[in-house]
């Protein structure tokens, strides 16, 4: 009877939709579509007429006019303390940076500081005119950008219009609309007690902060910082990685032309490079206010108990071992999957700190999985031309060659790579072959200890069911970001986005959380605190709470009540007084408000 009664609903509800007046309704249709739209492009595109960026020029640095291909391409090199940078993709030589001293830190952050007690002065108005002018200068100059990156660290330019561009344009627009919000004095509640006052949380400025990034982006990594700081209103001290340093002069350029373009002192910002002896200098600097540090956790450890000498914040991020989930519902949509996949293993030749690192495959998948992968990482080609890039040293092939050793004798199937790559063009280039482990388990090292290389793991769940792949998910002490893919719908899919442990977690979608400046950090071995976003910004701030007279102008304030007034004359009397002040603004019910009245009115 139910399922006659719902034919009949049915039939009757396409009656009624043939009977619709639908022409009547598409003459405003058309418009209102048309109107959303548009609405929706003003947003994105509207630039207010006194923000208009302003042009600038930067020099780009040049590579030697000798082609000198480095026999052992290392940054550290006998009879000088200087920095020798060349390409990791061809081990071309590229120059000598010098490093920076205790008196250069010194100098940079005094030179930071001085610049910002004017610039802490400045309106969000005027910091959103300098980040519009920088926004502006990426964006045309976008392919020279790129071009540096990829000299630098060995990424293709693919790698680097991703990794380097896309990732810093979305946090200039992000500051430049919605920086103000979340750094205007917020209202916060008050009491019953407190009626009288009002609240606010103030974002103040801290002075000269500092970021020490990693290498894998030289770009990102060096402006993103920057920008969060000098819109927060701080100077910024940034320390490069040695391996990427040959491009820091041109980037800091970059930042430092906007704010000359605008007359503002451009050594608000500073950047220096140095050994890692020297780094513990800058890492314990009185003149430091708050530190980001993004790179591995031994070093970290070195930074944190550092900074502690002079009770410096720290916010860390050490990347992780980022799980790829794939749910026995995601078989559908398996192919635009294994798209994502092969793209978030092998970006920037797996150098990537939210990298896929383990995908953990549910058994209706297993198969269908491997099967569609292998043969496409078999045919990845190795060349800034090509598909994978070059890793920036060969530091850490030795250690992934023994990882995928390990995992091979433990009993995975080593369907591809595995090891170094010579490169027939370029052989002093450090190339890894891109690799695929299947049959991973949760034991092996592989599967607990972060690559950060071309490496592709592939483990397969004891069960479908949520509580099994967690554990898999859950297993290393990494905790930075992860993604799960399956059906909508599906409640294992709600379970595990809900019970893994990461900072950030993309639904059917590989990272995109720090593609829409999302809180970004991690948990355990991944580091704490967080940076991008409302919490990034803030976190840069002093957050000064301000209480005051909510009607000061009518004689409303505060007044020592006589018995709790010095001397007290009564010490019962006056207990008996502030319990029903006490009651007064926190009893549950009515007749305990009403009791603590009278033992305010019979103590008074």
């Avoid at 209102?32 to 947003?43: E, K, P, Q, S, T």
Wanted: aromatic share 8%; proline share 6%; net charge neutral.
């Amino acid at each position: 009877m139910a399922v006659e009664d719902l034919v009949a609903w049915v039939d009757e509800f396409g009656d009624l939709m043939r009977e619709f007046p639908v022409n009547d309704f598409l003459v405003l249709f058309y418009p209102l579509v048309c109107a959303v739209v548009g609405g929706i492009l003003l947003y994105f595109t509207h630039t207010d007429y006194w923000d208009r960026p302003k042009r600038y020029t930067v020099p780009a640095p040049k590579k030697p006019d000798e082609v000198k291909i480095l026999d052992n391409p290392t940054i550290k090199v006998s009879g000088t303390t200087a920095i020798q940078c060349y390409e990791p993709a061809t081990g071309q030589f590229l120059g000598f940076v010098n490093p920076s001293t205790p008196a250069g830190i010194d100098r940079a952050i005094a030179q930071a500081a001085t610049a910002q007690e004017k610039w802490a002065r400045t309106t969000f108005a005027e910091r959103r005119k300098v980040l519009h002018t920088m926004l502006r200068y990426v964006l045309d100059n976008q392919e020279q950008i790129c071009k540096v990156s990829s000299l630098d660290s060995g990424k293709t330019m693919v790698d680097a219009q991703l990794g380097e561009i896309m990732v810093t344009v979305e946090k200039l627009q992000w500051t430049i609309k919605h920086g103000e919000k979340a750094l205007r004095p917020s209202r916060r509640p008050t009491n019953l007690l407190m009626a009288y006052k009002k609240n606010t949380v103030h974002y103040e400025a801290l002075g000269v902060v500092a970021a020490l990034v990693s290498w894998n982006y030289p770009f990102h990594n060096l402006i993103g910082p920057i920008i969060s700081s000098i819109f927060a209103g701080n100077g910024v001290v940034v320390k490069v990685s040695e391996q990427t340093c040959w491009s820091a002069a041109y980037y800091t350029s970059i930042a430092r032309g906007a704010l000359v373009a605008h007359g503002h002192d451009p050594q608000l910002v500073q950047t220096v490079v140095c050994w890692p002896q020297t780094a513990g200098y800058l890492t314990s600097h009185p003149g430091i206010s708050h530190l980001t540090f993004i790179g591995s956790r031994p070093v970290c450890h070195q930074v944190a108990a550092s900074a502690a000498k002079s009770l410096i914040p720290v916010v860390a991020e050490l990347g992780g071992k980022d799980a790829a989930v794939v749910l026995d519902s995601a078989v559908p949509d398996l192919k635009r999957i294994a798209d994502i996949l092969m793209r978030g293993t092998f970006q920037a030749s797996g150098q990537n700190c939210i990298g896929i690192e383990r995908i953990i495959a549910a058994p209706g998948v297993y198969d269908k999985l491997v099967a569609m992968l292998e043969p496409r990482v078999k045919t990845l080609r190795l060349g800034l031309d090509k598909d994978v890039g070059a890793m920036v040293s060969d530091a850490s092939f030795k250690r992934l060659e023994d990882l995928v050793a390990d995992a091979v004798q433990n009993g995975a199937r080593l369907l591809a790579g595995g090891e170094r790559y010579i490169h027939p063009d370029h052989p002093k280039g450090f190339y890894f072959t891109p690799t695929l482990l299947v049959d991973v388990t949760p034991d092996m090292a592989i599967a607990n200890e972060e690559c950060f290389g071309p490496i592709m793991t592939i483990l397969r769940a004891p069960s479908s069911s949520a509580s099994d792949i967690l554990r898999l998910a859950n297993a290393p002490d990494f905790g930075l970001g992860a993604s799960v893919y399956g059906r909508d719908l599906d409640p294992v899919l709600k379970e595990v986005v809900k019970g893994i442990r990461a900072g950030g977690v993309a639904v059917n979608d590989f990272a995109v959380y720090y593609a829409v400046q999302l809180p970004f950090g991690g948990v355990g071995g991944s580091g704490y605190g967080r940076f991008a976003a409302e919490e990034g910004l803030r976190g840069l701030c002093n957050l000064k709470s301000v209480c005051e007279d909510r009607f000061g102008w009518l004689g409303i304030r505060t007044a020592i009540p006589g018995p709790v007034q010095y001397p007290v004359k009564d010490q019962e009397r006056g207990w008996r007084f502030t319990r029903g002040v006490v009651g007064v603004g926190y009893a549950p019910t009515l007749k305990e408000k009403i009791g603590a009245v009278v033992d305010i009115l019979r103590n008074s």
